[in-house]
Nanobody
Framework: QVQLVESGGGLVQPGGSLRLDCVASGTFSGTFFSMTNMGWYRQAPGNQRDLVARISPGGSTNYADSVKGRFTISRDNAKKTLYLQMNSLRYEDTAVYYC????????WGQGTQVTVSS
């Protein structure tokens, strides 16, 4: 059983920055973190949970158009940790942010709240 714990959210003004961390722990049962495409997802109230950034085991990245050029996803396989650097934050980035494999093979963590407000 794999546990995902997200952290780093908070209240930030428009134009500000935050870095989110996601630490994976537990028993990976042969599907090693280092071999898994991972992603950051977000869910705003009343909306579905959407993928905003994805990273392959080798570091190739993809981004939703809404965050491209502002967010950077990265990973440290040795630490089983996923990161999301968020710059130039906008009101519409307000959401709960989650991490997971891109095929959603792991149970969801509790997420971390990001609120962009002046």
């Amino acid at each position: 059983q794999v546990q995902l714990v997200e952290s780093g959210g908070g209240l930030v003004q428009p134009g500000g920055s935050l870095r989110l961390d996601c630490v994976a722990s537990g028993t990976f049962s042969g599907t090693f973190f280092s071999m898994t495409n991972m992603g950051w997802y977000r869910q705003a109230p009343g909306n579905q949970r959407d993928l905003v950034a994805r990273i392959s085991p080798g570091g190739s990245t993809n981004y939703a158009d809404s965050v491209k050029g502002r967010f950077t996803i990265s990973r440290d396989n040795a630490k089983k940790t996923l990161y999301l650097q968020m710059n130039s934050l906008r009101y519409e980035d307000t959401a709960v942010y989650y991490c997971n494999a891109d095929d959603l093979r792991y149970s969801w963590g509790q997420g971390t709240q990001v609120t962009v407000s002046s």
